[in-house]
């Protein structure tokens, strides 16, 4: 008698079957730290645009107005607001694809950077949104958010 050396086809299906099983579960992770990820874009871009606004302040003494400066309020790689090309490279995008509830067609709830300001350009506020938590315990919950001089609100 000869002994049959190999898998049977039950052994091959359990590992093959397993193998689903765990990939699965790491394609779940790896889209909750693509979501994660976007956000933190979404918070790193209304930084730098802060920061470029209180550039323009330094330089005008009044923040950009958004009678003036952007069609419908949507901040877009145009030469939005005066900032570019001299207080930013470029102005951002929001990433894609939308997340959470910034997902709407129009106005502020979609994933877009909404600018305005008063006309006497004393204050300014970008309005985004966060499709969840960021930051722990000490950050920003998910939803729509603003910018201000003073602060994300």
Do not use: H
């Not at 579960?25 to 920061?51: F, G, H, I, P, T």
């Not at 003494?61 to 490279?89: D, M």
């Amino acid at each position: 008698m000869k002994k049959q050396s190999g898998f049977s086809l039950i052994e091959l299906l359990v590992v093959i079957s397993i193998i689903g099983l765990l990939a699965s579960v790491v394609l779940v992770a790896l889209a909750s730290a693509r979501a994660r990820s976007r956000d933190a874009k979404r918070v790193a871009d209304v930084s730098q645009m802060a920061k470029a606004m209180e550039l323009f302040f330094n330089e005008k003494l009044y923040y950009p107005t958004s009678a003036t400066s952007i069609i419908g309020g949507v901040l877009s790689s145009a030469n939005a607001l005066g900032l570019v090309p001299k207080f930013l490279t470029m102005m951002p995008l929001a990433p894609q694809p939308q997340d959470g509830i910034c997902g709407g067609t129009s106005g502020i709830g979609n994933n877009n950077y909404w600018y305005e300001a008063p006309v006497t350009g004393k204050t300014y506020t970008i309005t985004f949104c966060l499709g969840g938590d960021t930051g722990g315990g000490t950050g920003l919950q998910s939803g729509i958010r603003a910018l201000t001089p003073a602060g994300m609100r």
